[in-house]
């Protein structure tokens, strides 16, 4: 985490001292090779402009567009290689409208996806995250209004939640436990206290 820290901090130095345009070569992409998250791939007929934020020569932003019929350019997505290590690191989807729908990180810098943020309206609605070695999501967190409200998990790692955590106001509630591998709640923890100081009851 304080590496990709230190890298967005880097990237966002570079840009406020200004942008270098690179031309992109053509016709395809010129961003380097990596696993590509499901949804980020390549449309047809789709342009791509490389952004050199560092100043060393090389590209570290790909922005990628299509032409809309009035002939004005689209957002469509982006990629950045945060680290300067060559490979990308961070990947954003835009909604037809220019806001973030989607986010990508590599935060360990080891090719494949760590964490997945999705966006409503501007608004941060569920995050995965993968902090394994496969890249496969493990724990699924959801926003209410930018609050978490509920997390699951895959504790085993057969692929099915198995594990509930609700939260309230910033606490969490209570904890579901799958315990048959049925995908059902089997056991119930109440973790936070009720007014009276007693363990609050599970709904």
Known sequence: MRRL???LAGLAVAACAGREKVPAAAPAPASPSAVVPSGFEGRPGEDV?????THDGKPDVWKYSLKDAAGKDVLLRKEKDLNGDGRLDSWEKYAPDGALSQAVY???FDGKPDETLFYEKDQLVKKELALGFDGVPRTWNYYEKGKLVRKERDTNGDGNVDTWEYW???????IGVDQDGDGQVDRWDARKSAAEGQPSTPK
């Open 106 to 108: 590599d935060l360990d």
């Open 168 to 174: 309230e106001n910033g606490e969490l509630d209570r």
């Open 49 to 53: 402009t490389e952004y050199d934020l």
């Open 5 to 7: 820290a230190l890298a």
